[in-house]
């Protein structure tokens, strides 16, 4: 394994002149120690600036479809025989939608991500959908939609695009060694044909992984780079919540500092890409979101699919805390004050100390 300076300088040269990093070089980032941590956040940091500037991009999630999906995706709340008390209804009405899009929206969201759940959609399924991105973009002029409704048929990327869909999500998890190991309902394969029909009918590619399911440094590094090899633009960097009553529950790998690493290696395997903070954010990177900020240039706005998310307020402070602006808004938020609370417990009282 090569050290991690020596990796760092490599990397930043091949980021320099465009050129696709060495796959030792990225592990040897995930493997490196608490002492060089703040020299990765670094090496990262400088394209996350150099592409994006100050500015974050909030992405806003609507769950048009939730639940009972006939897939057997491991990590899926939604999957077949999930036993996650998750909420299971069928499609919001275009108006519902669109309402709920709108207060992603007003609190600075740019792009709004519409999702199904299900194996892929009826060619019935797009046009209801098409309808849906119709009234989103009626009652919010200038956002972005992105379609996430599975893997698509025959013809189905072209009509998305015609119907108004800017990207479509299709993330690849996790690496084609892997891939196996978490799905067998449909392919690796299944999913780069999605992505590649996606891109070919002119929509924007997104795409990303889940880390904390298993897999190896190694996994990690080849679905960064196969990421980059098909072109995604945007890469949702999702870390797993083992929800109880699916088969990876209890699954608990995942610390900050490995997260931060994680996000630094798929950062410096695709300089110039929107890399996003998805979903389990907050509960494995904690206090650290802050700096997690200094790498990736994209966050979800409040909730996720199935899990609640924290506050959207607390969300545009901690971007207003990086000195970083919502690109959906012109201005930073305005700073939080709060009063500052007189002690009234602990020493000289009768109440229990603050430890």
């Not at 592409?51 to 006939?70: D, E, M």
């Not at 990421?227 to 890469?235: K, M, P, Q, V």
């Amino acid at each position: 394994m090569p050290a991690v300076t020596d990796a760092l300088a490599r990397l930043a040269a091949a980021a320099d002149a465009g050129a696709v990093p060495e796959a030792a070089d990225l592990e040897a980032v995930l493997a490196s120690d608490d002492a060089e941590l703040m020299d990765v956040v670094a090496a990262a940091a400088r394209f996350r600036f150099r592409h994006f500037g100050n500015r974050v991009k909030l992405n806003y999630l609507v769950n048009l479809k939730s639940g009972l999906c006939p897939e057997d995706c491991n990590y899926c709340s939604q999957r077949l025989g999930s036993k996650a008390e998750v909420l299971k209804y069928t499609w919001l009405s275009p108006e519902e939608a669109a309402s709920q899009a709108a207060a992603g929206v007003a609190g600075g969201a740019s792009r709004v991500c519409l999702v199904a759940s299900g194996r892929g959609p009826t060619d019935m399924d797009v046009e209801r959908v098409g309808k849906t991105i119709a009234a989103v973009k009626n009652a919010s002029p200038g956002v972005e939609v992105c379609a996430c409704l599975g893997l698509l048929g025959e013809g189905q990327a072209g009509r998305l695009a015609e119907l108004g869909a800017d990207a479509y999500n299709h993330n690849l998890n996790t690496s084609e060694d892997a891939y196996a190991e978490i799905c067998s309902t449909h392919t690796f394969a299944d999913r780069v044909d999605t992505v590649n029909a996606a891109r070919g009918a002119g929509m924007s590619p997104c795409s990303g992984l889940i880390a904390g399911m298993g897999e190896s440094d190694a996994d990690l590094v080849a679905v960064a780079l196969g990421l980059r090899g098909l072109g995604a633009d945007s890469i949702p960097v999702n870390f797993l919540l083992p929800f109880d009553g699916t088969p990876l529950e209890g699954t608990w790998e995942l610390h900050p500092r490995r997260c931060l690493r994680i996000l630094a290696m798929v950062r410096l395997a695709n300089p110039a890409a929107e890399v996003r903070l998805a979903a389990g954010r907050e509960v494995h990177l904690r206090q650290l979101q802050g700096l997690a900020l200094q790498i990736v240039n994209s966050i979800f706005l409040g909730d996720y699919l199935t899990s609640e998310g924290q506050a959207a307020k607390d969300d545009l402070a901690l971007i207003a805390d990086a000195g970083m602006v919502p690109s959906g808004l012109a201005e930073a938020p305005g700073a939080v004050r709060e009063a500052v609370r007189v002690r009234r417990r602990g020493a000289g009282t009768d109440r229990a100390p603050n430890a």
